[in-house]
């Protein structure tokens, strides 16, 4: 499978408040490249957030905004193009929100969700959590709620997925955005 795996990190409950983004992109079932950015949501930070992910306003007072990151990775948001997050309806609203405060029409891509397919394909789970599933497929997860760690594990779950239960059982659960 070629795909993007998508995390973002908000600074408050607020969608439209990403505070960090990774990406991780994926060729035939291989992890091919990275892409990590902390972003200055120009908004303030809830001390739940910043307890859930340890990012603060300080971290990001020289970040660039959404705006600013948009043209970095517009590119892997195409009709066409497979993207894949844990609990995805979370950071495509993010991504919706976030660039509709910049005036930034909202791309379409290909969506699947590994909280979905996990919750299919590990029904005997007792949650289907980002680090209850990446257990449960010895996936690793190297700090929960960091961006990069996170894309990295949703990945190797879809990868570990494909591979246990095939292409058609995968794009059986993709939709459209």
């Not at 908004?43 to 957030?49: E, Q, T, V």
């Not at 058609?168 to 939709?175: R, T």
């Amino acid at each position: 499978m070629n795909f993007v795996a998508m995390d973002f990190e908000t600074a408050n409950h607020y969608p439209e408040s990403a505070c960090s983004l990774a990406l991780v992109m994926v060729r035939k079932n291989k992890i091919v490249d990275r892409f990590y950015t902390v972003i200055n949501p120009q908004m303030p930070f809830d001390a739940r957030n910043i307890q859930l992910h340890d990012i603060t306003a300080n971290d990001v007072k020289d970040a660039p905004t959404m705006a600013e990151v948009w043209p970095k990775i517009k590119d892997l948001y195409k009709p066409g193009m497979l993207v894949t997050a844990h609990n995805a309806r979370f950071d495509t609203n993010v991504m919706r929100q976030s660039l509709a405060r910049y005036d930034i029409q909202e791309p379409h891509y290909l969506v699947v969700d590994t909280l979905q397919s996990s919750k299919l394909f590990e029904p005997n789970l007792p949650n289907h959590k980002l680090d209850t599933v990446s257990k449960a497929l010895n996936v690793e997860l190297w700090h929960h709620h960091n961006a990069l760690s996170d894309s990295e594990a949703c990945a190797g779950i879809l990868i570990a997925q494909n591979k246990k239960f095939g292409d058609d059982a995968i794009k059986n659960l993709i939709y459209q955005i």
